[in-house]
């Protein structure tokens, strides 16, 4: 149709910082919606932290290392 799929990264950035905004409402301490999609990746301590243990358990199981993309794909803005 011309728009961006409801898969990519862009589509579901821009669901969470909705949901984010309703949460900061209910939440005081909630804190500030990053706008930059990396920025966003870095600040969510729950999923730093089962990325590294995902990272742990393929060197573990003798699967080698994940392969990072570049980084300048994560770095885009928010745009609503």
């Not at 949460?23 to 920025?39: A, D, Q």
Request: hydrophobic share 35%.
């Amino acid at each position: 149709c011309g728009g961006p799929s409801r898969l990519c990264k862009h589509m579901f950035f821009t669901r969470w910082a909705r949901l984010h905004g309703k949460l900061s409402t209910r939440v005081p301490s909630h804190g500030e919606m990053p706008s930059v999609y990396s920025e966003a990746k870095l600040v969510a301590q729950t999923y730093q932290s089962v990325k590294q243990q995902l990272f742990k358990a393929f060197q573990k199981a003798g699967l080698g290392t994940w392969v990072k993309k570049p980084p300048e794909q994560d770095q885009f803005l928010l745009t609503v």
